[in-house]
DNA sequence: TAGATTGTTAATCGATTAACAATC
DNA sequence: TAGATTGTTAATCGATTAACAATC
């Protein structure tokens, strides 16, 4: 079998997939790895390496194929196939993704929300009835769910994540502000937004400091 | 002045602010960097250093005191003072994050919220009332804005960071789905939504084909 | 004092960059 | 064929881990 991919790799993935994206939109037919590391502000190098992880993609003395090479890593990443997915939390952030959902374009199918809060069952968010948490496993398993999206307040997140586990869940989009614990097969991407919003918070604090210590040095 | 802090040290802080805070409200007074280990899933190693980047906070035969250090942290972060922010449009998304601001109790006041859609002028979120986007750049200036949460669709999100710039914001939470292009001076931290689940896509996805080619491989 | 655990230096590991031969 | 640009190996850089002397 390959090797593995490095999360720095992986890590990158979806930006190559988004330039790529931009420029077949833009009916750009082929590209250069070095035209790609002006446009993305990384080297050249790096491009041509994480390229080359998964096969030869490009064509020596002709660059790359921009519509070949988008097709390619978004098979890579999976967005050639559809994906069904459920929401649980149908509070702010819920419904949010809910409606948001540009990811149905791809692929990514908006399939089932839940919520222990009785007052939104039956309430409708984007055609798709909101459900007590008690279904939610049957329903994972009559439906066949890929992805469990969680928004729900952390002090729930790590049992309904075992929930989630048990029905047989292999990827869980993790909202809650809190780390899950899960099985070694069972996939759990973070978007901790608070820590984000954190970092966010020291490089302009660390920035500004900086400038009072030293008010010339402009780099 | 100090040596630059790496960003991957930068991009942990918070999970340990994180920890550290969950420990304090468990009650726990002083724990070791080996203990941490255990609970955070990190080496030992690796928390002695990031922590030593910001001068000694333990104590040899000790450990670490956990109320001191969380505030240490919390002020490195920048969570010991004020930050103003507004959010440039008032979708699902800028609407979802205006009310969970959770982040408030964390000094992130929600100020202001701007959006391009007549309709949704003046209406009231969490108090505060939509402002058409003209009187952006005014606002900024008046009030006092350290933060702007941009969660506009990507085609204007370009255009109106070059504003927010130019109105001297020297933060942008970025959630539009492009990447930006400012001065140095400017800080940046994307939280781009679909790269996350793509990348989770990714990884549950060739999971799947690892356990298809090696189904007797566990690990 | 003895035991524990930090702070810090040194060793290892992995990721990034540079260089260039292969090849379109 | 000459020019361009990849694929890939080698060199460099940085981050992580190990080890241990300093010290509470």
Known sequence: MEKEISQAVIGRLPRYFRFLGELKDQGVERISSQELSRL????????????NHFGGFGQQGYGYNVEYLYTAI??????????HLIIIGAGNLGQALANYMNFERRGFLFTGIFDINEALHGRRIRGIQVRPMEEMQDFIRENDIDIAVLTIPK???VATAEKLVEAGIKAIWNFAHVDLDVPDD?????????????????????????KKAAPRDDR
């Open 40 to 51: 993305m502000h990384v080297t050249a190098s790096q491009i041509r390496q994480d390229f």
């Open 74 to 83: 978004g098979r890579i990443l999976g967005l050639d196939r559809k994906h």
């Open 155 to 157: 002090d729930g997140a």
């Open 186 to 210: 069972v996939q759990v991407e973070n978007v901790h937004l608070s820590d984000s919003l954190f970092r966010l918070s020291y490089m302009a604090n660390r920035y500004e400091k900086q």
